[in-house]
């Protein structure tokens, strides 16, 4: 028995998602009250855009942030050391820390890479509150949002994201295409 508890708690760690996520990102609700995802330099690290504004991936840095986990920071450490494995789209030579972690391409692949990923399904019982979600909208554009710990009436778990309007919570985890399903694991 003394062997098998430390499968347990390994086990245990990646079965749940940081079910104090969505209680942090509401808190955005009402504060971030615009989309905005112009450049601008950040101090590093920790760095942010003000509360008042920012975009889809915002929403997750801050929340995550409150879990003393700094998103900006993990990344650009990350892409410093492994740069050739993180996409290409924005021309650039370099990991840039003002702009890198406010991407949803490069989270992908940074939680990817973190062992974070698990299957994309059609079964709302496979999202946890906590757990991060990538869609595609408008054909596109990638989106994250974090799995609400409240649902709908049929079960469903809301999502709280920036989709255009601020940070809200709304009954719309299916309503684009899922391209990614992550479990932060934060202790790793």
């Known amino acids: 028995m003394k062997t098998a ?9 990646t079965a749940w998602a940081d079910s104090r996520l969505p ?7 009402g504060i971030t009250i615009e989309y905005d995802g112009s450049y601008e330099r950040l101090t590093y690290p920790g760095g942010d855009v003000p509360i008042e504004r920012g975009v889809c991936t915002d929403v997750v840095i801050r ?9 900006q920071k993990e990344v650009h450490e990350d892409m ?51 757990d991060l ?10 989106h994250i949002m974090i799995v609400s ?10 999502i709280i994201h920036n989709i255009g309007g601020g940070t809200e919570e709304e009954d719309s985890l299916f309503a684009f295409p899922l391209d990614g399903h992550y ?6």
Not at 23 to 29: C, D, F, T, W
Not at 96 to 124: E, M, S
Not at 149 to 158: F, Q, S
């Open 149 to 158: 710990d409240r649902t709908n009436a049929d079960g469903v778990p809301l």
């Open 80 to 130: 410093k050391r492994n740069f050739s494995r993180y996409p290409k789209r924005w021309g650039l030579k370099r990991p840039d820390k003002n702009i890198d972690h406010r991407r949803v391409p490069n989270l992908r692949t940074f939680f990817k890479r973190k062992g974070w990923a698990l299957p994309v399904t059609d079964n709302p019982s496979d999202y946890k509150p906590g």
């Open 133 to 142: 979600v990538t869609c595609i909208v408008g054909g596109s554009l990638p």
């Open 63 to 71: 929340a995550l942030r409150h879990l003393g986990f700094d998103l």
């Open 5 to 13: 508890l430390p499968f347990i708690l390994a086990l245990a760690a």
């Open 183 to 188: 479990r932060p694991r934060l202790n790793q």
């Open 23 to 29: 209680e942090l990102a509401r808190r955005q609700i």
